[in-house]
């Protein structure tokens, strides 16, 4: 159970850290409940979308829901995207690549990125309202557990003490993979049309493109390039849905 707290406490900005206090050495546990946190940010964002849709233009509505989700993480898995993407734009060796990643400022690369990423994402609120609902809420924890699967595939880029969170998380035992599947397929299994299942392979594929990226670039991962995955795969899974819709 301290690990599972850990994650809640590592992964969001809710106040799960007065519960109790973990050891250090369970956050080196967190990723493989990252696809249980996304039913907490997950089904937030769905719940305020929902709640907010009946009120408002659906347009309005998903603006709600993104910033809604940005405050529960911190704009934690945004912050990644931004430096992962200063990094690989303006890196060409691994260490330049690593040391701009490592750089707080942010840079041209992440600035575009991040109002691309935000601009597609937005296209999303044409969709109906209890479709967009699933989405956001099966979106979020699958492609959680296909970007933790980093920690799997790949070793840490840095040394431990030169990671910006002090901390190299452990690779998964097969009992701790089993539980990061499972809560990261039983929603798309019990609420994602059958029609919208082959969405669930763009993450997998986003998520073998970076992974051969990073190996290639980086020969390793980050914890900046976990948050990229992340919100890559997700991506690639709305615009999949997104496609599967119109066509159907």
Same mark, same amino acid.
């Given at each position: 159970?301290?690990?599972?707290? =850990?994650?809640?406490?590592?992964?969001?900005?809710?106040?799960?850290?007065?519960?109790?206090?973990?050891?250090?050495?369970?956050?080196?546990?967190?990723?493989?409940?990252?696809?249980?946190?996304?039913?907490?940010?997950?089904?937030? #964002?769905?719940?305020?979308?929902?709640?907010?849709?009946?009120?408002?233009?659906?347009?309005?509505?998903? @603006?709600? =829901?993104?910033?809604?989700?940005?405050?529960?993480?911190?704009?934690?898995?945004?912050?990644?995207?931004?430096?992962?993407?200063?990094?690989?734009?303006?890196?060409?060796?691994?260490?330049?690549?690593? =040391? @701009?990643?490592?750089?707080?400022?942010?840079?041209?690369?992440?600035?575009?990125?991040?109002?691309?990423? *935000?601009?597609?994402?937005?296209?999303?609120?044409?969709?109906?309202?209890?479709?967009?609902? @699933?989405?956001?809420?099966?979106?979020?924890?699958?492609?959680? $557990?296909?970007?933790?699967?980093?920690?799997?595939?790949?070793?840490?880029?840095?040394?431990?003490?030169?990671?910006? &969170?002090?901390?190299?998380?452990?690779?998964?035992?097969?009992?701790?993979?089993?539980?990061?599947?499972?809560?990261? &397929?039983?929603?798309?299994?019990?609420?994602?049309?059958?029609?919208?299942?082959? =969405?669930?392979?763009?993450? /997998? /594929?986003? *998520?073998? /493109?970076?992974?051969?990226? #990073?190996?290639?670039?980086?020969?390793?991962?980050?914890?900046?390039?976990?948050?990229?995955? $992340?919100?890559?795969?997700?991506?690639?899974?709305? /615009?999949?849905?997104?496609?599967?819709?119109?066509?159907?």
């Amino acid at each position: 159970m301290n690990n599972v707290l =850990a994650a809640f406490i590592f992964l969001t900005r809710l106040p799960f850290w007065k519960i109790k206090e973990v050891p250090a050495e369970c956050f080196k546990h967190v990723v493989p409940y990252w696809s249980l946190v996304g039913w907490l940010t997950g089904g937030v #964002m769905a719940g305020v979308l929902w709640l907010t849709g009946q009120v408002m233009p659906l347009s309005f509505a998903w @603006i709600f =829901a993104i910033i809604a989700r940005l405050l529960i993480t911190g704009c934690l898995h945004e912050d990644g995207l931004a430096d992962f993407l200063d990094g690989f734009g303006g890196g060409t060796t691994r260490e330049r690549t690593l =040391a @701009i990643m490592k750089d707080s400022h942010i840079g041209s690369y992440g600035v575009i990125g991040l109002i691309f990423y *935000f601009l597609l994402l937005f296209q999303l609120h044409t969709l109906p309202l209890i479709e967009l609902c @699933i989405l956001v809420f099966c979106g979020d924890c699958w492609s959680k $557990f296909c970007a933790s699967q980093l920690v799997n595939y790949l070793p840490y880029a840095r040394k431990e003490e030169d990671s910006k &969170a002090k901390v190299v998380y452990n690779r998964m035992s097969w009992g701790e993979l089993s539980i990061a599947f499972i809560c990261g &397929a039983i929603p798309f299994i019990a609420f994602l049309p059958i029609r919208l299942w082959p =969405a669930t392979l763009f993450p /997998l /594929l986003t *998520f073998v /493109l970076l992974c051969l990226l #990073m190996k290639r670039r980086l020969q390793g991962y980050t914890g900046d390039c976990c948050g990229a995955t $992340f919100l890559l795969c997700e991506l690639s899974f709305y /615009l999949g849905c997104f496609g599967l819709s119109i066509r159907y």
